[in-house]
């Protein structure tokens, strides 16, 4: 929550001029501004490589929700990705892998790229239920989605324990988290399917850290918070990991 129609654009714009020369071929660089922005930014973004998401949906196309938002309103707004399940949801707005896997299945349905946020609490973690948590956020939230619709879907592994907090998983941490969602991915489906899934690390991401973590063999990209909110440290985080992935 974080950003007026004038804050959104001025940053829009300013991750535009960055974003300039870079090569869209080798990285996606999508942008998720709160509701009341979405407009704007599209009209801000729509000759760059910089694409638009929303930061959540409702799973029905229309109807007695006040306050909500369906797929239909979020792609009329420009947007191909929405985000769901963020941790945020989950913690103070009741999100539920139910809720999780109904507004997967309605993304798809309607033709944006669902990004589904999975991880554990810091509590979960020091009782060594991370693999546990990761088991329920996959195989409920992503229930019944088929083979093809999988290969549509990004899942961002994001440690509650490490947003917001300063703290950030080292490299292992997440690789070995995410090495997990791919395996059990594999067993789901198949190892196709898993090996083309995107799979994001977002947890306190910063310009300092970003290459190490792009390093890390499944770790497909960033869900970035707070380094989000500057250009400076946005734009450098994605060079950095543009260069990575040239490598």
Known sequence: MYKTITEAIELANGLKREFFKLDSDSIDVVVCPPFTALNEVSEVIADSIIQLGGQDVHWEDEGAFTGEVSCKMLA?????????????????????NETVNKKTKRALSQGLTPIVCVGETLSEREKGLTFKILDDHIKNGLKDINEQDILKTVIAYEPVWAIGTGKTATPQQAQEAQKYIRDLLKKEYNEDAADNIRIQYGGSVKPENIIELMKQPDVDGALVGGASLQIGSFAEIVKKASEVVKL
């Open 76 to 96: 009329d707004a420009g947007c191909k990705f929405v985000l769901i399940g963020h941790s945020e949801r989950r913690q103070y707005f009741g999100e539920t």
